[in-house]
């Protein structure tokens, strides 16, 4: 009968401790997935930045603040993301729903780099497309070159996916 209690006595606080650790990893994963992110990305016009989030609540407003005092708001779908152009925005954007945290989206200058960066990726996967497909092809876009003026960045890509391409499909 002494044995049990022993037993007892120790079992039930490891239960216990067990149970709340659980409660405690559970409620630390749910929170760190809510987490709002943003980014920043020029459009056509040099003057515009389009921000987008998500992990925002959802069906609540966002308001979009930049360094020199451009902003907007926009309400986050059901899903919690948004979208919103921001005209003459600098320096660092960031975005904030009402009671949440200030979450930083970027600047204008890494807003330029992504689109380059999504540029020459777009470039190099429609290159090494069109030449695993035609070896020809990459002879083809250099005669069309002249026809419709390109994104550098995109022609760039471009040559290289064909490039790659034909080191793999066509020798």
Known sequence: MNARRVRLAVLAPMAVSSLVLGTVTFSTTTAAAASPTCSVRNTGNPDNLLVSGNGFRPNKAVAVESANGSEGSVKAD????????????????????????????????????????????????????????????????????????VDENFQRGFKDGAKQ??????D
Do not use: H, M, W
Not at 104 to 120: F, I, R
Not at 165 to 170: H, I, K, R, S, V
């Open 78 to 149: 059901a899903t919690g993301r948004f979208s919103l152009t921001v005209t003459d925005a600098s320096g660092t954007v960031s975005a904030q729903q009402i009671g949440g945290p200030v979450v930083g989206c970027g600047t204008a200058e890494e807003g330029e780099q992504k689109n380059a960066k999504d540029q020459y990726n777009q470039g190099f996967k429609q290159g090494f497309a069109a030449v695993k497909e035609n070896c020809d092809a990459q002879q083809q876009q250099q005669q069309n070159q002249g026809l419709t003026r």
């Open 165 to 170: 391409a034909t080191e793999e499909f066509c």
